[in-house]
């Protein structure tokens, strides 16, 4: 496979599960991210990986925790989430590992989102 | 807190009509960029403008950055369904995001 592959792509989960998203890269990048997109809002920046060092967690809430295994993998692991989570959840990779919004061929290439639904 | 506002929310037109959506902030950016994101896919880069007044050309997509680096527009000739999509702005490499104008071209 190639490019930014993210699943699953549909999750229902309720208040009290535990699931997680993965999300994995075959470009080589060096940096991974985590978003969140909400209808008719700005996407949210969650997570920022470099070299599988955290480097952003955008004030995001603890029943949201970022895993990152190797820069080829990202996993957000959910716990006790609540209805204003349901979103979809996009992870993307750069192959720059600078800070964010450094200069330079810093393009963004997404996965597809994994859509959540909390019930 | 840096913003950037999209407009229209939302557009429908019919095919091979032309349509110009703005991206605006009071804000200036080191850069800008849009993506397009079609349906069940994410944001795939389009153009990255970084001069004031520069105007990028993508085959009838037509892009340009405001002279104070405070805006951008994006116009779209003789618009085809296969355009449809939400078109989203960013600013300084995605730091900053709109939220977006979904765009319906009716064949």
């Known amino acids: 496979e190639t490019g930014v592959t993210q699943t699953p792509r549909h999750l229902v989960m309720g208040m009290t599960n535990k699931k997680s998203l993965k999300c994995e890269q075959h470009?080589?990048?060096?940096?991974m991210y985590w978003y969140k997109q909400s209808a008719k809002k700005p996407l949210e920046l969650m997570f920022v990986?470099?070299?599988?060092?955290?480097?952003e967690n955008n004030s995001v809430p603890s029943r949201f925790s970022p895993e990152c295994p190797n820069s080829s993998h990202l996993f957000l692991h959910l716990h006790t989430l609540q209805p204003e989570d349901s979103a979809l959840y996009l992870c993307?990779?750069?192959?720059?590992?600078?800070?964010?919004?450094?200069?330079?061929?810093?393009?963004?290439?997404f996965g597809a989102g994994s859509r959540l639904t909390v019930l | 807190t840096q913003l950037l506002e999209q407009s229209p929310q939302f557009l429908s037109i019919q095919e091979g009509e032309n349509l110009t959506v703005y991206c605006n902030s009071s804000?200036?950016?080191?850069?800008l960029q849009w993506y397009r994101q079609e349906p069940g896919e994410g944001p795939v880069l389009l153009v990255t403008?970084?001069?004031g007044g520069e105007v990028k050309k993508l085959k009838r997509l037509t892009f340009q950055f405001g002279d104070a680096r405070k805006d951008s527009s994006l116009h779209i000739t003789a618009a085809q369904p296969g355009d449809t999509g939400l078109y989203l702005c960013?600013?300084?490499?995605?730091?900053?995001w709109g939220a977006g104008t979904k765009l319906i071209i009716k064949p």
């Open positions: 470009l080589g990048h060096n940096a």
């Open positions: 804000s200036v950016f080191s850069s």
């Open positions: 993307a990779s750069r192959p720059e590992a600078g800070a964010i919004g450094s200069w330079g061929a810093n393009v963004l290439t």
């Open positions: 403008v970084v001069t």
């Open positions: 990986y470099n070299f599988k060092e955290q480097t």
């Open positions: 960013a600013g300084d490499y995605q730091l900053i």
